[in-house]
């Protein structure tokens, strides 16, 4: 079949670096669909592109901002969180998007995770969680589920997993919901609401890694993608404290938190500027 | 009146003054974490950021400090952070990043005596050879060790004004005699202070190699919100920004990193002779030490003792040079610092055996009283 080169444009091509593609994410992973609702929802949100950046972590959803044709920082491993909150609160106006995995920010960066969801740094967060470390070949991470087998949890994980929305929600994030990549128009639409708000918030994406967490676990990419059909249930504002990643009982999705705070930015000009200088920004 | 610059005279310590350099420098954020004898300087931030239109922010820990002045400095903010030894060894993976990614920012090492936990309330001068080789990979570093309050401030808007120019992270390795001590310092008006900023991108936005080098071999720099759709990252990249995993891409990438600071010594580094001209014992020192020298000269001289002193303003890059020409016209060097020899190594390296060195070292904790290098001086004769 012939293609001409118009027909064979995707129809992110102009939010993609074109000239890095292919990328590096396997067959079967879900990483690409996470990365493409992002980039949607980026796209259709209208919001000064000039003034949006992306930056990530390190992993393979790391490699994101690698992709994305806006300007983009590929940071140090788990400092995705406070290199952006350095640019957001350095520029206000820029829309800061952090783009990364499980690994990267809930457990080398899982403290600055809670504390800029604390101080609600206006920041929007989306991590594709898979469940292991994908880049490194497949090593249990704070979210591998109670049993499951990666390559230093030979016999299964003894630990237990983070449920990452309650962690968000006790940390103080305005906005916090999940899908899973099968749910791509939810998860579109979640991303899109995250970046009009004015504060902290957090997007969970589950996905598939067949070549590292499902081989080890006798799950095909088809497996998977029907576990997310049949085993996932949406309960839109659950409480955060239901959302524990079992697959045996059922995961829960859906938007669980969308509030209101003032955001760090607002509280620092408020608490700390001296008012004839607020004024003055002010008439200016 | 700008609000930054408090021209005036004062009384004030090592660590305010260095604050108020960095204002004047035009620094606008400071991400910091609480650790003595550096704490003083994420207070007077904290409370002057705000008046001049700038934003202080107290991380969660040093990591977070300096990857947040990493991406402060990227969406165009000139950014500070200050610590000392523990806060230094956790900010070394970061300082890394700002080197490979030619981001500008300045770190303060307000040093004390270590390892670990160490002597948290008393001066060393021991992490001079972390500041050289401490985060991974070959690398060149710039690095300043002010010997006063007023050096400090000076040296301040130097460090901002060398990480604008060379797009590198600078260090200030300053000690904790010197952080706080108090004494006069004047800041002049802003008409006499010199600051730079760094070399900004221009041209077709969608033509733009973010690492294209320009003159002195330093790439102009793009700012998040400009529209140019920069990538920059850690990993081993091309002139565009993007990542490439071959040997030639490293051997590129490691030549103009390297290159910028190696073909501008000139430039960056600073030393101030004492009482050189007719030595025959040249003392090599720097920060508080370089007070001890100046003290062990004179007393010398009174002696009859030939001695100089060679203070070292810029530590790193090394003044290679002007220690091997000065290793062909004296008898020896003695280097003065408060550790057990890391500068030490450097100036016997750059003899390559021409003259004797020596040491007068101590491990920390207090200042090296000017009788010992005397002592030392008198055994060598």
Redesign the interface.
Known sequence: MNRSDKDSRHPLDDLLRTDRIPHIWCPGCGIGTAFSSCLTAIKESGIDLKKTVMVSGIGCSGRGAGYVKLDSYHTTHGRAIPFATGMKLANPELNVVVFSGDGDLFAIGGNHFIHAARRNVDLTVVCVNNFNYGMTGGQAAPTTPHGVKTTTTPVGNPEAPFNLPLLAYASGAIYVARWTVLHTRDLTESIGEALFKRGFSFVEALAPCPVNYGRRNREKPLDTLKIYQDRTIIKNNAHPTELDVDFDRGVILGKFIDTERPCCTEMYDKTCRPRDLLEEGKAA | MDPAIRTGEYFMTGDVACAEGALAAGC??F?GYPITPATEIAEHMASRL??V?G???Q???E???M???????????K?MTATSGPGFSLMM??I??AICTETPCVLVNVQRAGPSTGLPTQGAQGDMMQARWGTHGHYEIIALAPSSPQDIFYQTIVAFNLSEVYRSPVLIMTDEMIGHLSERVIIPPKKQIKTVSRPKAKGRKDRFRPYEPGPKGVAPM?I????????????THDRRG??VMTVEAQEEMMSGLTGKIRKNLRDIIRTEAYRLDDAEIVIISYGVSARTSLAAVDEAREQGIKAGLLRLITVWPFPEDQIRELAGKIKCFVTVEINLGQVHLEVERCTGGKVPTFLVGHPGGTIIPPERVIDTLKQIL
């Open positions: 606008r954020f991400a705000p008046e239109g934003t202080f922010i991380m969660e820990d990591i977070a400090s990857a947040a002045i990493i991406g402060a400095s990227c969406a165009g903010a950014s993976e970061n890394g990043l793009a998040a919100g400009e529209g140019y759709n920069i990538h920059v990252t850690g990993l993007y990542p």
